[in-house]
């Protein structure tokens, strides 16, 4: 199969993760859209929005998913953030099976609590920004996806298998 599988989910929900294991067992190539931004611009994306804010972020983001979404037979994970934009939705529709990895926002929190790698939980009450990007995002993961997983207090080997079933069933 060809297709491109792309992942999308909050930040925490193992799309870099289950990605880079799925394209290895499907042999596809595989990128993340923001290792490919870091790798563009030579800086990690912290210093990206120190310097160009999130605005300046998302338009690289969307600059980047246009382009992968133009490759074929790749594993993609999105970052968080790539659902924002209603262009970046169609393409990522357009361009593959997406799926949905998703988790409870406690279980998000202890997994990207002691990453300081994500600039938007550096905040106050990280705990609390993940309940306002879960309820803003939500649906319009839901909106991109044709398959939804839920990866609550499953090892990342049960998930992968369970993906690579309904990949098989489609
Ligand atoms: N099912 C799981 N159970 C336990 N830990 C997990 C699971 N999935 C991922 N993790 C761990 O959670 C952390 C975040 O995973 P990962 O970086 O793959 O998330 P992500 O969705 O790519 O996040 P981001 O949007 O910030 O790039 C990693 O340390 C990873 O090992
Ligand atoms: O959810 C988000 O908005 C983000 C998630 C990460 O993957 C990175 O793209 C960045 O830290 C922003
Ligand atoms: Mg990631």
């Keep these: 199969m060809a297709t491109n599988i792309i992942f999308v989910g909050l930040m925490g929900a193992g799309k870099t993760t289950i ?45 980047v998913i246009e382009e992968l979404c133009q490759m074929q037979d790749i594993v993609l994970a999105t970052g968080g953030g790539a659902v924002l934009l209603p262009e970046s939705r169609q393409q990522l529709k357009e361009h593959g099976v997406v799926i949905y990895l998703r988790a409870s926002v406690h279980e998000l929190w202890l997994r990207t609590r002691n990453d300081k790698n994500r600039p938007l939980l550096q905040s106050e009450n990280p705990r609390r920004k993940l309940e306002q990007l879960f309820a803003q995002r939500d649906p319009l993961y839901r909106e991109v996806a044709s398959i939804i997983v ?19 069933d489609l």
């Design 19 to 63: 990605g880079r294991i799925i394209a290895k067992h499907l042999h596809k190539t595989f990128y993340d859209s923001d290792h490919e931004i870091e790798r563009r611009t030579g800086v990690s994306i912290p210093v990206i929005f120190e310097l160009e804010k999130e605005d300046g972020f998302r338009r690289r983001e969307a600059s």
């Design 150 to 168: 839920d990866t609550g207090g499953q090892p990342v080997s049960a998930i992968v298998h369970q993906i690579e079933q309904k990949l098989t």
